[in-house]
């Protein structure tokens, strides 16, 4: 197949707003593609090559300016080759050998497929819930059950090849995916709840525990063998190793647990967030000591517990590392489930996560069965844009442009501004971290220096901040329809990508009534 037809798909996709109409049109193409084709071609159109890193940055691609062909030549197969080589180019002289090969490639694109490969190599491809959509087009394409597809992929966590199974052996190969220690399951998410007392009424039986303000982690534990996950399937082993002793010691020969880890003041209290986060980006351990905490065990010496129940799947946890999982209570009433509350506020948490007990594991789903509780209401939002301060904050990026993420897989909607809760440092990093992904930049190298221009810096949509607010209002103003009440900056959200932002549909349901 033409690399051209990819191409043109994905414009079809991202043109309309249609869940059916995208579905349909990534559906229709995976059809008819040879067996070979599938795995690129599904990875190319969520936007996440299947060589992983390239090591082609944004000014590499940027600075290679050919004229494009006039004619599509370039097969898909011809351009996935050329990635596989770009990946396996390092060592000395790497980057003139991949400069070269980009030249190559580029040269032999046309315009539309040249802005296309220069989007997918630097990631500007990826959109929130375009995961899901395919999801969908590939249970379309070769007549197959979307869950069974959903579930493949949750336990594969590549899509590309769960598309390929669902290709070549249908329902049977799907079904044949199973949990692997080792290989990192997509983590269940929860939606956030009104109160407390609603969450109860909704949910039945319950569990209810803490929500550390931590970073998630998922160990695997296979003998000695240990390894540590984050939330994005990232593994940090070598910097933590900390937690893999701790692993390592647990009574079993075969684990995998789902939690949190944080870093703790001496008197027991979390330290701020973005503390415990620096451990995460280091190559090697330092000083500040991880505490871990879990929640759900999925994996128990040689029997996967998935699908169980989370009662049977708490009973598990409890046998293995029932000293470190977090504090809460089983079926409580209101009463006891308010203390519970209570207390993880006194003990400077977020506040806390309800969970229907008869719930199974459902993996990489922001569903119902899990619900968070926090005091004031808080929203994961994509940067994207920001403006140029004055005053004190000359020659900084400052008032934000937040989006929401489209469920359908549009780019992010935009629902309103802010810039409170931005401290001298954070402002700082911002304005670095801004001008690395932004788009507009011929008027990057001189804004902050006259510091003078009040104008807007448009960026990727890559970064995911939490906004505190305090409601969400109608307003004609955005195109979502509502715009944020007293929004403010808490903290940015290394930890969580683009696609686990919150909603549109999510922003609207904090309307009143």
């Known amino acids: 197949m033409l690399f051209a037809d990819v191409v043109t798909t994905s414009a079809a996709v991202a043109s309309t707003r249609s869940r059916l109409a995208k579905v349909a049109a990534l559906a229709e193409l995976l059809a008819q593609l040879p067996e070979a084709e599938v795995e690129p071609a599904t990875a190319f159109l969520v936007g996440l090559p299947r060589q992983g890193k390239l090591g082609a940055g944004w000014r590499t691609l940027f600075r290679i300016q050919v004229d494009p062909a006039d004619r599509a030549s370039l097969t898909l197969s011809e351009v996935d080759q050329s990635l596989t080589t770009l990946a396996a180019t390092n060592g000395k002289g790497s980057t003139q050998r991949r400069t070269e090969l980009l030249t190559g490639l580029l040269s032999r694109a046309t315009a539309e497929e040249q802005d296309f490969l220069r989007r997918l190599l630097t990631g500007e491809l990826r959109q929130g819930a375009l995961e899901g959509v395919m999801t969908d087009a590939v249970a379309a394409a070769f007549e197959v059950p979307a869950d069974s597809v959903r579930r493949a992929f949750m336990l594969s966590g590549r899509l590309h090849t769960t598309a390929v199974a669902a290709r070549t052996g249908g329902v049977t190969a799907l079904a044949d995916f199973g949990l692997e220690v080792g290989r990192p399951v997509r983590p269940m998410l929860a939606s956030p709840a009104e109160s407390l007392d609603g969450a109860l009424a909704e949910l039945g039986q319950v569990s209810v525990e803490y929500k550390l303000d931590g970073a998630r982690i998922q160990v695997h534990k296979q003998g000695d063998e240990v390894l540590v996950y984050t939330r994005t399937l990232r593994e940090i082993t070598a910097s933590v190793p900390e937690l893999v002793e701790h692993v390592r010691g647990l009574p079993c020969e075969s684990v995998v647990l789902d939690g949190e880890t944080l870093a703790l003041t001496e008197d027991g209290r979390p330290r701020p967030f973005q503390e415990t986060m620096s451990r995460f980006g280091a190559s090697s351990s330092r000083e500040l000591l991880l505490h871990p905490y879990y929640f759900d065990c999925l994996h128990l010496d040689g029997r996967d517990l998935l699908d169980l129940p989370l009662r049977e799947r708490l009973s598990a946890l409890d046998s293995v590392a029932g000293a470190f999982r977090i504090p809460g209570a089983v079926e409580p009433s209101a009463e006891q489930a308010l203390r519970v509350q209570e207390a993880a506020a006194a003990a400077g948490h977020e506040g806390v996560m309800v969970k229907a007990l008869d719930s199974p594991y459902a993996a990489g789903r922001r569903g119902r069965s899990w619900q968070k509780v926090k005091p004031v209401h808080t929203l994961d939002l994509v940067v994207l844009a920001a403006e140029w301060g004055h005053g004190r904050r000359k020659g900084l990026l400052s008032n934000l442009h937040l989006g929401a993420r489209d469920p359908d897989g549009g780019p992010p909607v935009m629902v309103g501004k802010t810039f409170k809760g931005l401290t001298d440092e954070l402002l700082r990093w911002q304005t670095e971290a801004l001008s690395a992904i932004a788009t507009e930049r011929s008027d990057l190298a001189e804004e902050p220096l006259a510091g003078s221009s009040f104008g807007v810096v448009h960026v990727r949509p890559e970064l995911v901040v939490e ?24 903290r940015y959200r290394p ?7 919150d909603t549109i549909d999510q922003v609207r349901a904090l309307l009143p009534g």
Not at 467 to 490: H, K, N, T
Not at 495 to 500: F, G, I, R
């Open 467 to 490: 906004i505190e607010l305090d409601g969400v209002q109608v307003s004609p103003r955005y195109p979502g329809g509502v715009a944020l009440r007293f929004a403010r900056v808490l």
């Open 495 to 501: 930890d969580k990508e683009v696609p686990e932002a």
